[in-house]
């Protein structure tokens, strides 16, 4: 019989230690997995973990994968510590690029200085819309968040489906479901690092994501609202005695998440696409989940964590042109992750013990 | 007309079956987010089974064993270790997804001789109705017999009583020596094979062939579903026919060349699932009577 005991104080090498053997016992589960379905277990691990990252350009490559989920991450930690569940992080950032895309497709004349502010301020706004529609309709009417955001997340992928093969869609494209490409000023441009030239396909918005993670960090750990959402997500109770309003924060945090989501919308079309086109996310709202979960709800630990499931977003890109998997796959290993993460949550959160059935009597004397 | 009814029925089923099974699971307390995920995995695995096996009866079982076995993950971690049930169910679905697309690739493609239509003898000769409602497959007949199965289950027996008390004060229950952890994993497991004979009416019966995520988040529906039925059974049905009617509303707009973007037809029912959340979570008594108290809530055993 397994007995948990809550832990009074949580060691701190626990806390650092719980991701990394999750991150281990995914990766054996993984090959496992991979084993039994036929392919080579090891060999699939080396083309999902190492082969993606072999040479100095592809590292640039794994800081722009990551960059959506960063930014998306950081923004659904803070839903996560509030205790509210906005799972529809994918139709926000579907938002944001509309929002943001309209902007460069409306005003291509003007210069970068004034276009680029306006696209961010947009694709945020964008995020922000979807992500109060869960949001007032959980406070005026007690909905539940989660099948709320999630169906607007269909929603928003057949409304951007919808405009850029009708209204939008520019004649020249040859019938292709694309926009017309965004002027130059509307594109996020690559870094150029001194002496060596680009790096991959590294672009200013992987500074903007890490800034913001930094920037998040700084709000939930320094700030009274950052209090409140902490405060609200781990004793409600205590939270309305203190006068703390949860509807404010449901609120908050749900325009802090729809407004990131929709930034990264924005940051992944200018700096990758240079036009709206059906699919301008693959499922990186629903990755940034993970992300968050990995990062143990602390937005500097969104860094790494949005490094480390990138790097399995890229090992899928491998694994589908290497071994011809289908690029789902990565699923696999991101499901079993998050698995893996929640159990060591409760391993670091309760003394877990085995006790033999006999030694616990169900007390019946009192 | 009566083509256009037989749609809405058979649309409904795969919803019937999914939200039956979670409302038990519902009702012992535990809210497994992961409908989605177990009904690709019981599709993936009916149609490899009818392909390899050429049987869509053996289809039916590998559905609905693979989906008590992914169902058994979800308990392995939110039973077993405690953990926090909304990230362990999508956790289930983004595992289900994968995994389901890992294992269909080599079926992609293909397609499999579906269910067979068995009428009912003399029922079926009724006019009007007869063929509307005694012509279909067995699944069709399976669902609504889980319905009544179910509804008879929780109210009028003691162990579907023992059932909802676990779910409504797992405290309680437990101080008077039922196995908490044992009757949810009991009804997390029926509610996973009920999720996985869902899936599996998709490619046995919709559509003869399988393709990724070819649920569309119907999994997601059938949660929506159990919160509209208010946690009782018989309103499934109403519910599930409803979203069925409203799915086939864009077929039938199609086909009457309706001026409307197909992709605004495709949203509605997704739209029709947030409306009708927001009116029945509008009405609290009528939504909240019978929602299991402890739904969602952790149970630490021998504490």
């Known amino acids: 019989m397994i007995s948990m005991t809550p832990r009074k104080h949580i060691p701190l090498s626990l806390t650092l230690l719980t991701p990394a053997i999750a991150i281990f016992l995914t990766l054996a589960v993984g090959a496992g997995i991979f084993g039994i379905l036929g392919f080579s277990p090891l060999g699939s ?44 992080a994918e139709g926000q950032l579907v938002f944001g690029a509309i929002f943001s895309g309209w902007v460069a497709l409306s005003f291509p004349d003007w210069p970068a200085i004034t276009l680029m502010p306006a696209m961010v301020i947009a694709s945020i706004i964008g995020g922000i819309c979807w992500a109060m529609i869960p949001a007032l309709l959980k406070v005026r009417f007690n909905t539940n968040e989660i099948l709320v955001s999630l169906m607007l997340t269909y929603v928003a992928a057949l409304f951007i489906d919808w405009l850029v093969r009708g209204p939008w869609r520019d004649p020249m494209s040859f019938g292709f479901p694309l926009t017309k490409m965004y002027s130059d000023a509307g594109l996020i441009h690559r870094i150029d690092v001194p002496f060596v030239g680009g790096l991959g396909q590294l672009h200013w918005g992987v500074v903007g994501a890490l800034l913001l993670a930094t920037a998040g960090s700084f709000v939930l750990s320094r700030t009274i609202l950052g209090f409140q959402i902490k405060v609200m997500g781990d004793a409600p109770r205590a939270g309305r005695f203190a006068g703390f309003k949860p509807h404010l924060v449901t609120i908050g945090v749900m325009a802090i998440a729809g407004g990131a989501a929709g930034l990264a919308g924005m940051v992944e079309v200018s700096a990758s696409m240079g036009q709206l086109q059906p699919n301008v996310s693959f499922g990186y709202g629903f990755t940034a989940i993970i992300v968050a979960f990995l990062a143990r709800l602390n937005p500097i630990g969104v860094i790494f964590a949005g490094l480390i499931v990138a790097l399995a977003e890229l090992g899928g890109d491998y694994a589908q042109i290497a071994l011809g998997m289908p690029k789902v796959v990565t699923g696999v290993f991101k499901g079993i992750l998050l698995f893996m993460l929640l159990a060591g949550e409760t391993f670091n959160r309760y003394h877990i013990t085995w006790r033999r059935p006999a030694v616990m009597p169900v007390s019946k004397e009192q | ?83 926090n049930q909304v990230a362990t169910g999508l956790a289930l679905t983004i595992f289900g997804s994968g995994l389901s697309g890992l294992a269909g690739a080599p079926f992609v493609g293909g397609t499999v001789d579906g269910l067979p239509n068995l009428a009912i003898p003399l029922l079926v000769d009724i006019p009007v109705i007869g063929n509307l409602l005694f012509n279909h497959d067995i699944m069709a007949y399976l669902s ?51 999720a996985g004979l869902g899936g599996a009416y998709l490619p046995l019966v919709l559509t003869p062939h399988w393709s990724e995520g070819m649920t569309a988040g119907r999994g997601w529906i059938a949660l929506a579903l159990v919160v509209f039925a208010s946690w009782i059974p018989s309103r499934i049905l109403i519910g599930a026919l409803l979203f069925g009617g409203i799915t086939i509303m864009q077929l039938a707009g199609q086909a009457r060349g309706w001026t409307v973007p197909s992709q605004m037809l495709s949203m509605l029912p997704y739209i029709a699932t947030i409306i009708v959340l927001v009116v029945i979570a509008r009405n609290r008594d009528f939504a909240l009577a019978n929602s299991p108290a402890c739904l969602g809530r952790l149970f630490i055993g021998n504490k």
């Open chain 1, 45 to 88: 691990l080396y083309t999902f973990f190492v082969a993606p990252i072999s040479r100095p350009d592809q590292i640039g490559d794994l800081f722009v994968k990551a960059c959506p989920l960063i930014i998306t991450a950081t923004g659904l930690v803070f839903c996560f510590r509030a205790n509210v569940w906005n799972i529809g």
């Open chain 2, 1 to 83: 007309m009566e083509a256009l009814i037989l749609t809405v029925l058979l649309t409904s089923v795969p919803l019937i079956l999914a939200a039956t099974g979670e409302l038990v699971a519902e009702r012992s307390g535990v809210l497994n987010l992961g409908v989605e995920g177990m009904m690709l995995m019981g599709a993936v695995s009916a149609f490899a089974a009818t392909s390899i096996l050429g049987n869509p009866y053996m289809g039916i079982l590998a559905g609905a064993v693979a989906g008590a076995m992914t169902a058994a993950v979800f308990s392995l971690f939110a039973l077993g270790l405690a953990t």
């Open chain 2, 144 to 194: 609504v017999g889980f319905l009544v199965l179910v509804a008879w289950f929780l109210n009028r027996t003691r162990a579907g009583l023992v059932l909802r008390a676990v779910g409504n004060s797992h405290d309680s229950a437990h101080a008077l020596g039922y196995r908490v952890l044992l009757v949810r994993l009991g009804a997390v497991s029926f509610g996973g094979m009920m």
